[in-house]
Structure formats: structure tokens, C-alpha cells
């Protein structure tokens, strides 16, 4: 039942996109497209291995589709409306392509070669005995669908909530908002190529170095504002939804558009992203504990004196 209640929210919110005149073309063409692609590249694949990792294979190339069908199913293409599109295909590619050096890396779909289970998710086992959750084969399959169930919810709601806006015409808000996912983007992008950088020369320990410096998970940081960039973008379409469809499924496309940027912020800080990354790094690290007493965990700030023990 907790399982079931976790996927309740993004079923509501899919059913509104589904039942909205101006979303449900795209709703249901992007439902198909993420059913058939996480279960050939995930679920399919995750049965037989009882290995989570293949949903960051399907989860980025599913924000490639909902980018795709955004611009394939729209009855008018606007400037706003082609612009939330390539933020999709360059959000869900860039993550997309490194998926595919993964599945090299640890032979995924390597027939006879030793699949390696990523620490996030090797970490989600211990969550499982925690939460008294048995059933591995079922624990793998719900991790899988509840992001596919995002994909075709929550996280599609900035975009189809744009696509079905005919009469937006760009402006202020928008150029603003397009501008802070832009800078968001490339900053995500210099985090990565940051600590690259830093494990290619060899260097033990933490990387504290450029945005390193200022928060212990940079790259998660841009990542979650690159989504609040498109709920900003979204925002101004969403009274013309309200004239559109009934009220009820206006609040839910409504608790959809939050639900995107909090779904990120809870992945990234606690589910699959900060949490387990910070449990692994203090038992290889030495130096991580240091690193966490100077250093914001999420949001960028200054670095802090580490407190001394009273004498």
C-alpha cells in the first residue's frame, strides 16, 4: 500500500493530461512511447538481470520522447512551444548518451559479461530491508515504473501545458525562464566536466574544486533548476488551460506542474541522488567528512568554518 499511495499523485496528474482537450493528443502519445520504451529497456531487461540500473537508460531517452512528442502532436508550433521542446531533447540526450557509455562500461547488454548493479541502487536494497520490502524481482519493477509513470505524468506536464497554449506569443517571463534553464544547463554540464577533470589527473580524495567548492552536489543543483526553469516557462499557460477543461482537472495539471520540480528535488537530494552518493563517499573518502562539515550539501553557498569540540 505505501507503494501504491508513492504512485497515486503522478496517476492522477496522467489522467488529467489525458482528459484535458488540450493535452490528451500528446498525453496519449507520449504514454505509448514511454510503455513501449521502459519496458524493452528497463523492465525486460531489469526481470532478467533483477537490476535496476537500466532505468537511466530508459528515463533520459523517455524526456528525449516527450520533447519529440511534443513537436510532432502540436496543432500550432510557437516560438515558446519549439523552445521547451529542445530543452527536452537536451536534457534527455545529454543524460541519454552517458547512459550508453554506462551500458558499455558495465556491459548491460553485453550477453555472458557480469552486470554491475550502479551504487544508487545498490544503496535502494538497503532502503528495501529497511522498509521490510521482500520481493526483489517486484522491488526492481516498481522502482522502473514509478519513472516511467513520471515520465508520462508529472514530468511532461511543463511541456504539454506549453504545446496546447496557441496564443502565446514570446515575452519578459519567458525569456527569463529560458534563460536560467540555458545557464543551468551549461553550469550542470561544467560540474560534470569539473570533477572529470579533477578524477582524470590522478588526484585522490574529494574534488572541492570551482562549483565543487560550493555545494558537495553541483550538478544535482542545476539539474533541479533546469526543471524549475520549466515550470516558470509553463506557468503563464496555465489560465488558459482553466478555460479549457474542468476545474478538478486544472488543480491536478496545476499539482502536476509542482509535482515535476518536487519529484526532481526528492530524487536528487534523498532517492537515487545526494543520500547514497554521500554513504558510499564517506566509506572510500577520508576526507568526505571534512568535506561535509565546510561544504552545502544541495543548494550553493559560501564554505563554512568547521566547528571546533569545546576544550
Not at 34 to 46: C, E, M, N, S, Y
Not at 128 to 151: M, P
Not at 212 to 228: I, K, T
Amino acid at each position: 500500500m505505501r507503494r501504491l499511495w508513492a504512485m497515486l499523485p503522478f496517476a492522477l496528474v496522467g489522467v488529467a493530461l489525458l482528459l484535458d482537450p488540450g493535452t490528451a493528443g500528446p498525453a496519449w502519445s507520449n504514454l505509448a512511447v514511454q510503455a513501449v520504451l521502459f519496458t524493452l529497456a528497463a523492465a525486460i531487461p531489469g526481470y532478467l538481470t533483477r537490476h535496476v540500473s537500466y532505468v537511466d537508460v530508459a528515463w533520459p531517452w523517455g524526456l528525449v520522447g516527450i520533447g519529440l512528442v511534443t513537436v510532432f502532436t502540436a496543432d500550432q508550433l510557437n516560438v515558446v512551444t519549439v523552445a521547451i521542446a529542445v530543452a527536452y531533447l537536451a536534457m534527455g540526450a545529454r543524460m541519454g548518451l552517458w547512459s550508453l557509455v554506462l551500458t558499455i562500461k558495465h556491459g548491460w547488454w553485453t550477453p555472458g559479461s557480469p552486470k554491475v548493479e550502479l551504487p544508487r541502487y545498490q544503496y535502494q536494497r538497503r532502503r528495501w530491508e529497511r522498509q521490510g520490502f521482500h520481493s526483489e524481482a517486484w522491488s526492481v519493477q516498481y522502482e522502473i515504473w514509478l519513472q516511467g509513470l513520471a515520465n508520462a505524468s508529472a514530468l511532461a506536464v511543463p511541456a504539454f501545458i506549453v504545446a496546447a497554449d496557441h496564443q502565446r506569443p514570446p515575452a519578459v517571463w519567458s525569456l527569463a525562464a529560458l534563460t536560467l534553464w540555458a545557464a543551468s544547463y551549461v553550469l550542470e554540464s561544467v560540474a560534470d566536466r569539473q570533477k572529470q577533470r579533477f578524477a582524470a589527473r590522478g588526484k585522490r580524495g574529494t574534488c572541492d574544486r570551482g562549483l565543487w567548492r560550493y555545494s558537495r552536489h553541483p550538478n544535482y543543483f542545476f539539474q533541479w533548476m533546469q526543471w524549475n526553469a520549466l515550470v516558470l516557462l509553463a506557468l503563464p499557460s496555465l489560465p488558459a488551460r482553466f478555460h479549457d477543461t474542468t476545474p478538478l482537472v486544472w488543480v491536478l495539471l496545476t499539482l502536476g506542474l509542482f509535482l515535476a520540480s518536487w519529484t526532481l528535488y526528492a530524487t536528487l537530494t534523498k532517492h537515487t541522488g545526494a543520500r547514497p552518493a554521500e554513504y558510499y563517499s564517506l566509506r572510500k573518502r577520508p576526507d568526505y567528512a571534512q568535506y561535509q562539515a565546510t561544504t552545502n550539501m544541495f543548494f550553493p553557498g559560501p564554505v563554512k568554518t568547521p566547528q571546533k569540540d569545546a576544550e
